[in-house]
C-alpha cells in the first residue's frame, strides 16, 4: 500500500490531536451518561404506562420506546463526537 512511513508530526500538531481526542471522548462519555438516564427514565414510565394500560392489548409496545429513545442519543452524540476534527 504506502510505501512511505507515516509523516511525523511536530510538536503543535501533536497537542491539537490530543486536545481534538480528549473532546471526542468527552462528547461520548457525556452521550453514555445521558443515554443512560434516558434509558433508566423510560424504563420507569415505561413500567407506569404499562400497569395503567388494562385490557389494551399493544400494550407491551411500550417497551420498544426506552430503546428507541436510547438509540436516538446515542446516535447524535456520536454524530456530535464525529464532527471534532483534529
Given at each position: ?13 501533536l ?18 451518561l ?48 464525529r464532527?471534532i476534527r483534529?
Amino acid at each position: 500500500m504506502a510505501d512511505k512511513p507515516p509523516p511525523q508530526l511536530s510538536r503543535e500538531q501533536l497537542e491539537r490531536f490530543v486536545v481534538a481526542v480528549e473532546k471526542r471522548r468527552r462528547v461520548l462519555l457525556t452521550g453514555y451518561l445521558v443515554a443512560l438516564v434516558v434509558m433508566i427514565g423510560a424504563i420507569v414510565g415505561a413500567f407506569a404506562a404499562y400497569v395503567s394500560l388494562h385490557g389494551n392489548r399493544f400494550r407491551t409496545l411500550v417497551f420498544f420506546v426506552p430503546f428507541a429513545l436510547t438509540g436516538g442519543v446515542l446516535w447524535y452524540f456520536g454524530r456530535r463526537a464525529r464532527q471534532i476534527r483534529p
